[in-house]
C-alpha cells in the first residue's frame, strides 16, 4: 500500500514537471512575438535626448542629431534592406508629404534611421537617393530628408526612448518590428505617433502642428488644429463636433454684442430726432 501511494506521487511529479516544462518552452517560443518585445510602446512627452545621440549621415560623417532640430521633426526607424514593411512605409511618407500643404524643409524635417547597425553610409545614400528622385510632383531639397545609420548602443538608446520594439527574425538577417512615424518636437519631445503604413495628409499635417509645440501656425492652421483632435485607439484625427457647435454659438454671441452696442446708440440718436420733431410740430 505504502509502495502503491509512493509510485502515485513519483507519478505524480514526473507529470507536473513534464506540464511544466511544455509550457515553459512555449513561452520561450512565442516570447519573441509578445507586444513587449515587438511593435511601438507610444510614449508621449518622451524626452529623446537628441545632443547626446550621435549617427553618421549620407556621406559616413558623424552627426549631432540635435543639430537637425531647429524644427519639427518626423522621424522613421527602419532598416534599408527590409523585404517587408520599410519601403511600403517611406513610399507613402513620399506620397503624403508631395500631397501636404506644409513643406518639407521648412515647416519639418524628415530624418530616417536604420536600426541595424551593420547597414552604412552607402546605403543611406543610395535610399536618400531613390526616395527624394521618386517626389517628382513636389521636389524636395537632400536636407529635407536626412538618412543615417549608427552603432548599437546609440540605435537601441533612440529607440528605446520612442517605444520602437524590435527583434532579429529568426533567419538571423531580417528584423521583426512595426511601422510608424514619431512626430518629434524642436526640443526632442515625442509628440505624436501615427502608426501603419498609410497616412493621410490632414492626420500628417495636423501631428506636425502638434509637434510644433508653439511654433507660428498660419490662422486656419489654428482652426484646423481646434476642430479635430487625436484618437489614441485609432491613432487618426477626428472631427469634433461639439467644438464646432461651440465656435459657432461664440461667434454668433459675440456678433449680437456687437451689435447691440452699435446699434443701441444709433436708435438713442433716431428717438432724440423724432422726439425733437414731436415738440417742433407741438409748439406749431
Given at each position: 500500500?505504502?509502495?502503491?501511494?509512493?509510485?502515485?506521487?513519483?507519478?505524480?511529479?514526473?507529470?507536473?514537471?513534464?506540464?511544466?516544462?511544455?509550457?515553459?518552452?512555449?513561452?520561450?517560443?512565442?516570447?519573441?512575438?509578445?507586444?513587449?518585445?515587438?511593435?511601438?510602446?507610444?510614449?508621449?512627452?518622451?524626452?529623446?535626448?537628441?545632443?547626446?545621440?550621435?549617427?553618421?549621415?549620407?556621406?559616413?560623417?558623424?552627426?549631432?542629431?540635435?543639430?537637425?532640430?531647429?524644427?519639427?521633426?518626423?522621424?522613421?526607424?527602419?532598416?534599408?534592406?527590409?523585404?517587408?514593411?520599410?519601403?511600403?512605409?517611406?513610399?507613402?511618407?513620399?506620397?503624403?508629404?508631395?500631397?501636404?500643404?506644409?513643406?518639407?524643409?521648412?515647416?519639418?524635417?524628415?530624418?530616417?534611421?536604420?536600426?541595424?547597425?551593420?547597414?552604412?553610409?552607402?546605403?543611406?545614400?543610395?535610399?536618400?537617393?531613390?526616395?527624394?528622385?521618386?517626389?517628382?510632383?513636389?521636389?524636395?531639397?537632400?536636407?529635407?530628408?536626412?538618412?543615417?545609420?549608427?552603432?548599437?548602443?546609440?540605435?537601441?538608446?533612440?529607440?528605446?526612448?520612442v517605444g520602437f520594439n524590435y527583434v532579429r527574425d529568426k533567419?538571423?538577417?531580417?528584423?521583426?518590428?512595426?511601422?510608424?512615424?514619431?512626430?518629434?518636437?524642436?526640443?526632442?519631445?515625442?509628440?505624436?505617433?501615427?502608426?501603419?503604413?498609410?497616412?493621410?495628409?490632414?492626420?500628417?499635417?495636423?501631428?506636425?502642428?502638434?509637434?510644433?509645440?508653439?511654433?507660428?501656425?498660419?490662422?486656419m492652421k489654428r482652426i484646423q488644429r481646434l476642430c479635430y483632435?487625436?484618437?489614441?485607439?485609432?491613432?487618426?484625427?477626428?472631427?469634433?463636433?461639439?467644438?464646432?457647435?461651440?465656435?459657432?454659438?461664440?461667434?454668433?454671441?459675440?456678433?449680437?454684442?456687437?451689435?447691440?452696442?452699435?446699434?443701441?446708440?444709433?436708435?438713442?440718436?433716431?428717438?432724440?430726432?423724432?422726439?425733437?420733431?414731436?415738440?417742433?410740430?407741438?409748439?406749431?
Open positions: 500500500m505504502v509502495s502503491t501511494l509512493a509510485d502515485r506521487k513519483a507519478r505524480s511529479v514526473v507529470v507536473w514537471g513534464l506540464c511544466f516544462g511544455l509550457v515553459t518552452a512555449a513561452t520561450s517560443a512565442t516570447g519573441e512575438q509578445t507586444p513587449q518585445t515587438v511593435g511601438i510602446e507610444e510614449k508621449l512627452s518622451a524626452m529623446v535626448p537628441i545632443d547626446e545621440l550621435v549617427f553618421r549621415d549620407e556621406q559616413g560623417k558623424p552627426v549631432v542629431l540635435g543639430s537637425l532640430f531647429d524644427i519639427p521633426v518626423v522621424l522613421t526607424l527602419v532598416y534599408f534592406r527590409c523585404p517587408g514593411i520599410c519601403t511600403p512605409l517611406l513610399q507613402d511618407l513620399a506620397s503624403v508629404v508631395q500631397k501636404s500643404d506644409l513643406v518639407a524643409g521648412e515647416d519639418y524635417r524628415l530624418i530616417t534611421i536604420s536600426f541595424d547597425p551593420q547597414e552604412g553610409a552607402d546605403l543611406a545614400r543610395m535610399k536618400q537617393h531613390n526616395m527624394i528622385s521618386s517626389m517628382t510632383r513636389k521636389p524636395i531639397a537632400k536636407d529635407a530628408w536626412r538618412f543615417f545609420t549608427g552603432d548599437e548602443a546609440t540605435i537601441r538608446r533612440l529607440a528605446k526612448t533567419n538571423g538577417q531580417d528584423y521583426v518590428h512595426g511601422a510608424t512615424l514619431t512626430f518629434l518636437g524642436s526640443n526632442g519631445m515625442v509628440a505624436r505617433y501615427l502608426q501603419g503604413t498609410r497616412f493621410n495628409p490632414a492626420d500628417f499635417e495636423l501631428a506636425v502642428v502638434d509637434a510644433s509645440m508653439g511654433r507660428a501656425r498660419s490662422f483632435a487625436f484618437k489614441p485607439e485609432s491613432h487618426t484625427y477626428t472631427l469634433q463636433i461639439n467644438r464646432i457647435i461651440l465656435g459657432v454659438t461664440l461667434v454668433f454671441v459675440a456678433l449680437f454684442i456687437v451689435f447691440v452696442v452699435i446699434a443701441k446708440p444709433g436708435k438713442r440718436r433716431k428717438d432724440l430726432v423724432e422726439g425733437a420733431h414731436r415738440v417742433e410740430e407741438k409748439s406749431r
